[in-house]
């Protein structure tokens, strides 16, 4: 590591949180001559690069930026370098620098400190809200801002597994939702299509996710999980509320999947370019009655498997009287494969926008599950 690259690190950790990107502005003006250094975020949608000073988005798909950010690969052009922020998968937006440096192990130096910029701003967004606010395009409703406060992520990669999800509207979300979590041993993921509207729905959610993940850190197995979620949400509504969940367990040493179907959205498989609806036992909505008891499935996955999870908004999307349906999601899951997974969930919400000329009027939930196959990686946690 140069001495520069160093001095960078220093100070995009020291740096008081709403501070961090003015003060990497100042150092690496005086260490590499950059003159503009300017942060792009991504907005909820997946749809603009917002700069973080406000400003002009960048909305086109054949920009440099978005190059940067969809490739996660530095890129320069016409003097400008775009460089990916992020942390472990989890794509936060851009860093624009101009002039960008000519020798290329600056251009690699400046790479890392992207990426450090991205591992501090994950650090300082619980504590500061100047990177949250000027994330969004629009004003968030207070449920969708209660849903995606909840969220851990839009996306995760591990050597042995790449994930991403997404939730629309992204700006007025109401009761879906997914989480996860992984310890280097076991991937964790539920799928929460909610009942209700607003903020309504948006706290069965919320009870229900924090009940889920009591009951994963008290160790207890994914049928016992989905049983104490049921018993929290009944003893508070008495069945008069209740949510759809699939819960998934995935064993990453062995690629064996673990599942409970609690009234649950879509699980569909993608294997060697043929789309596979995934039958599970439906079992009860969490909630629905006292004391369900709920059974677990397995099933082995092989290495290159893509797994999609949609809630029933993706599949009843509807222009008019037209219905967007099980036929048109499998036709356009098979053409995905060679995305990345947070790009396949980009795309297929995009072609959902388009299908309905506009933002969907319910919510979907759409996550995609890349198995990577057991690696020899697999150890703590990363």
Same mark, same amino acid.
């Given at each position: /590591? ?18 961090i990107?003015?003060? +990497?502005? #100042? ?47 530095p ?6 370098g775009?460089?990916?922020?992020g /942390?472990?998968g ?12 000519a ?7 400046? #790479?890392?400190?992207?990426?450090? +910029?991205g591992?501090? +701003? ?21 449920a969708?801002? /209660?849903?995606?406060?909840l969220l ?13 999800g997404?939730l629309?509207p ?6 879906g939702?997914? !989480? ?19 903020v ?15 009951a ?6 994914l049928?016992?999980?989905?049983a104490?979620? !049921? ?9 008069r ?6 819960? /998934? ?9 673990t599942?409970?179907d609690?009234g ?8 060697a370019?043929?789309?596979?609806p995934?039958?599970?036992?439906k079992?009860f ?33 509807a222009?008019?009287?037209i219905?967007?349906?099980?036929? #048109? ?6 053409h995905?494969?060679?995305?990345e997974?947070?790009?396949a ?7 959902l ?9 319910d919510?979907?939930v759409?996550?995609? +599950? ?13």
């Open positions: /590591m140069s001495d520069a690259e160093a001095r960078a690190r220093r100070i995009v950790t020291n740096a008081p949180t709403d501070l990107v003015d003060r +990497l502005a #100042a150092e690496l003006l005086r260490t590499y001559g950059i003159t503009r250094t300017e942060l792009f975020q991504v907005d909820y949608r997946l749809a603009e690069l917002l700069p973080l000073g406000g400003g002009e988005s960048v909305t086109g798909p054949g920009h440099p930026a978005w190059y940067a950010f969809d490739h996660q690969e890129i320069i052009a016409d003097g400008t775009w460089f990916p922020v /942390m472990r989890e794509r936060r937006g851009v860093l624009r620098v101009s002039p960008a440096p020798d290329p192990a600056a251009r690699a130096e400046l #790479a890392t400190i992207a990426a450090v +910029l591992h501090e +701003l994950a650090a300082v967004t619980s504590t500061t809200d100047v990177y949250l606010a000027a994330r969004r395009s629009r004003r968030l409703t207070l969708a801002e /209660m849903q995606w406060e851990p992520g839009r996306s995760r990669i591990r050597p042995s597994f790449a994930l991403a997404q629309e992204a700006y007025a979300v109401r009761g939702s997914f !989480d996860w979590s992984d310890d280097g041993h076991r991937l964790w993921l539920a799928v929460l299509n909610g009942f209700g509207e607003g309504a729905a948006a706290l069965l959610t919320s009870l229900a996710t924090f009940a889920l993940r009591n994963r850190r008290a160790g207890l197995s049928a016992d999980q989905a104490l979620a !049921d018993q929290a949400i009944y003893a508070q509504h008495r069945g509320q209740h949510l759809a969940v699939l819960l /998934m367990e995935v064993d990453l040493a062995t690629g064996t999947l599942a409970v609690a649950s959205p879509h699980l569909i498989r993608l294997r370019g043929a789309v596979t995934q039958v599970l036992d079992q909505p969490l909630g629905m009655f006292e004391g369900t008891d709920y059974r677990e499935q397995r099933f082995p996955l092989a290495r290159g498997d893509r797994l999609f999870v949609v809630s029933d908004g993706v599949v009843d999307a222009a008019g009287q219905r967007y349906g099980e036929s #048109a999601l499998d036709r356009f899951l098979r995905t494969g060679p995305l997974p947070l790009d969930v980009r795309s297929l919400i995009g072609d926008r388009a299908f309905v000329a506009g933002d969907l009027v919510d979907a759409v996550v995609c +599950l890349d198995w990577l196959g057991p690696q020899p990686e697999n150890g703590p946690a990363q």
